[in-house]
């Protein structure tokens, strides 16, 4: 590593004893000053470990301003790089050069190039290639215009600017490299852009996935073709056609000999145990090497590593791993500094020299942009897509990003565009990538959607309607309690359940969102041993009340902050009354001790609560395992009343379940006493309404009994519930989020998790020594 040290030699002994004498690239011994501390950066290690310090704080510094707006860090990253890389003034140059000089900027750009490789590589990974056959013809005809309309034009345009703006060869000849850069839709940006605003898994985004994914294949070879052009216009004709026969052996060696070499590791890796990391070094190996190749082959680095990337067997085990080892690092660090090195790379002086290559270049961004706008919006409203939502996915499929900034880099390196367009480009890029995010989110809500007007929820359930309910899996100990769940429902032919099972499994080791349903679809995700759990559990219920209710079972793979749009979008589509979650702790079997507490369970329930387009449901499962259906021990089931639309949801919900005779329903309602009441409200009437059928114990074949309980306030609700919790296996209650009343005040301070409301949190506590299983209900909030 080269070291800039001075030449003139020691004149003491001392001097020589005290610094480690080194021999320069002319054969003179040379020696550091030890007395000048700013000398250590004229190395070029300590020079890059400061320069990346320097760089991520300023990162950091402009996110932390500019991301409560919504502009992404990829905008504070190429701000970054144009503060260092602009030359406002000497005092300025003369820092920037004293810190940033050349040798530590080859190590610096030797880095983030080779971050920028594996960042090409793990998004090929996580892309998953069956999207392309399973893409519909909107998806497929979005993805076709979005790169084929905008290059059509602009080559038409090219040949009319010729005779207007005339150009010189060299300018003529960089031309088609910028076309093709400027039509592109790559599918690492809009991934990237799709996941930063959190609408990845939403039927916007996986339109807009699926129709990159297409785009990016043109894409690809559209930069190919290029590359190769401009070496058979230079006359090196026989150099074309060796790099076009590289690229297909390249290819023929990926698709043929390593790809299946890939699914002989995941067969030889048992199911839940570590792919054996020997495999993965010798995949980061080929990474390195296809890079190389790509140079060698006078391709954009794009090529090599994102086809290896392709070839990689997406999700569990081989791909999740490699995700697992390189994903955090290198979109923490590497890209980064990618991005900045790149922006650096720009000298906004340059772009006050305008000529005829610079106006054209200029004019054809504009009719690309408005080419790709226009074609992108036609084809979704012909499909009859809401205009704003047509908007918002013209304004997604039109982003740029770290794909563009990285191509208009490698073209100025190689002196195929002069410095001006460069920083004339990074500068669209820039503005693109700030507007884009903000456009976006004015156009689309994803929330949006789940406003409706229709009430689905229980209680306005028609009488023997079947009663649609949205179970959700996260883990193999959530099945038993919401089969048993299930099994109290007591569906019969009069009172008929219809239950869509969805499994959530968090998406690791690919970008895009997969949704399966398993009556159309037999195979389950990577024979998941969880999938066969729930296909074997349910399936057993369907058929143990044949005639009574109907299962139907899905698996939807998404990242673990966008599972809550799954949930909803299903309860949407199905027209379920109830949603049914599980509580994110898990007890041991006596129900004293917690065994797990997930906290990304809870932040999804939360979610949930907040959107859900209709009533929900969360289930607390105190650790028993089975409640018997039998005559001999009848199920108990307590429902705890106090009043308002929740309680009201969870007494309709009990009471449809004490229909059969299996099962004991006790109703105990809290009351406050009489001189703390003022004037009856309307709510009052509305209860007492709901209540006169368990008073009179005409509720259903069930055992029913209904007490009420005076109470001042909320300890003395407390001790009362404590005296009966252990007689009963399920106790349901309402949420009642919000509202204060005598019989909860003094509770509230208490609260620990606000999404199971007053009671259901006192039930759900550590102190409350009982194994019943706990059914917070919260009727819809979205329909008033």
């Not at 005809?141 to 790169?147: F, Q, S």
């Not at 917690?594 to 209709?614: F, G, K, M, Q, Y």
Request: charge should be neutral.
């Amino acid at each position: 590593m080269a070291m800039f040290l001075y030449k003139k030699p020691p004149n003491t002994t001392e001097q020589c004893m005290s610094l480690p004498p080194k021999v320069n690239s002319e054969g003179i011994w040379t020696y550091l000053d030890s007395h000048d501390p700013w000398m250590i950066l004229k190395s070029a290690l300590p020079a890059v470990q400061l320069e990346m310090s320097l760089i991520f704080v300023m990162t950091l510094a402009f996110h932390l301003f500019l991301g409560r707006i919504g502009i992404s860090k990829f905008t504070s990253q190429v701000l970054t790089g144009l503060i260092i890389g602009t030359s406002f003034n000497e005092t300025w140059k003369e820092k920037r050069n004293f810190l940033f000089h050349l040798e530590s900027q080859d190590v610096l750009g030797l880095i983030s190039v080779f971050g920028y490789s594996l960042f090409l590589f793990l998004v090929g990974v996580k892309t998953d290639m069956s999207m392309i056959h399973r893409t519909g013809r909107k998806a497929m005809n979005i993805g076709v215009v979005a790169t084929l309309t905008p290059f059509l034009f602009a080559v038409a345009f090219k040949y009319i600017l010729a005779t207007r703006y005339p150009l010189d060869q060299s300018h003529r000849a960089q031309l088609p490299y910028l076309i093709a850069m400027l039509s592109l839709t790559p599918f690492p940006v809009i991934s990237s852009v799709l996941s930063e605003l959190k609408i990845l898994n939403s039927e916007l985004g996986r339109l807009a996935l699926s129709s990159a994914i297409v785009s990016d294949m043109f894409s690809i070879f559209m930069t190919c073709i290029s590359g190769l052009s401009e070496i058979w216009v230079s006359g090196n004709k026989v150099k074309a056609v060796l790099d076009l026969a590289g690229m297909f052996f390249y290819v023929f060696v990926v698709v043929f000999l390593l790809r299946p070499a890939m699914y002989w590791v995941v067969k030889r890796t048992p199911e839940g145990s570590r792919v054996n990391e020997n495999y993965i070094f010798f995949i980061v190996l080929c990474v390195l090497l296809s890079a190389y190749l790509s140079n060698v082959l006078d391709q954009y680095a794009l090529f090599g590593p994102y086809i290896l990337g392709l070839a990689v067997p997406e999700g569990p085990p081989l791909g999740s791993a490699i995700i697992d080892k390189f994903d955090t690092f290198v979109s923490g660090v590497f890209i980064p500094l990618f991005v900045t090195t790149c922006a650096m790379r720009v000298d906004l002086d340059e772009l006050m020299k305008w000529d005829n290559f610079t106006l054209t270049v200029t004019i054809l961004a504009v009719v690309t942009s408005f080419a790709k706008l226009v074609a992108c919006m036609l084809p979704p409203l012909y499909c009859r897509m809401p205009l704003r939502d047509a908007m918002a996915l013209t304004v997604i499929m039109s982003c740029k990003g770290i794909v563009e900034l990285g191509g208009y880099t490698f073209f100025r390196d190689r002196k195929t565009i002069s410095d001006n367009v460069f920083a004339l480009l990074a500068i669209i890029v820039l503005i693109n990538s700030t507007i884009t995010p903000l456009l976006v989110k004015i156009l689309y809500d994803p929330s949006r959607k789940y406003a409706g007007y229709m009430k689905r929820n229980v209680t306005d359930l028609k009488d023997h309607a079947e009663l649609r309910l949205l179970v959700c899996i996260i883990r193999p100990d959530n099945i038993p309690s919401m089969v048993n769940l299930l099994e109290v429902s007591c569906p019969t032919r009069d009172y008929p359940l219809g239950v869509y099972v969805l499994q959530l499994i968090e998406l690791i080791g690919r970008a895009s969102p997969v949704f399966i349903s398993h009556q159309m679809q037999k195979k389950t995700i990577a024979s998941h041993s969880c999938s066969e759990k729930v296909l074997v559990a349910f399936g057993h219920f369907e058929r143990e009340y044949w005639g009574s209710a109907v299962v139907n079972i899905f698996t939807a793979v998404s990242p673990q902050r966008m599972m809550h749009e799954d949930i909803c979008t299903m309860a949407l589509d199905k027209l379920t009354s109830l949603i049914i979650l599980p509580f994110h702790r898990k007890w041991s079997e006596d129900g004293t001790q917690i065994e797990l507490d997930d906290s990304s369970t809870r932040a999804l329930n939360c979610s949930v609560l907040e959107r859900a387009p209709c009533s929900v449901g969360i289930i607390v499962d105190r650790g028993q395992s089975h409640l018997p259906l039998s005559t001999e021990t009848p199920n108990r089931i307590c429902m705890i009343f106090l009043g308002g639309e929740d309680d009201r949801e969870a007494l309709t919900l009990a009471k449809r379940m004490a229909r059969d005779s299996h099962m004991s329903l006790t109703v105990i309602r809290f009351l406050a006493p009489k001189d703390q009441i003022a004037d009856e409200k309307w709510d009052e009437r509305v209860d007492s309404t709901v209540l006169n059928d368990v008073m009179n114990n005409s509720v259903g074949d069930a055992y029913v009994t209904y007490i009420e309980e005076i109470v001042r306030d909320g300890p003395q609700t407390a001790l009362i519930i404590r005296s009966f919790v252990e007689e009963y296996d399920l106790i349901v209650v309402g949420r009642r989020y919000g509202i204060n009343s005598h019989q909860t005040s003094g509770l509230l301070e208490w609260s620990e998790f606000p999404e199971l409301g007053v009671l259901g949190d006192l039930l759900a506590s550590t102190d409350m020594t009982c194994n019943a299983s706990v059914l917070v209900v919260q009727q819809q909030r979205v329909a008033r």
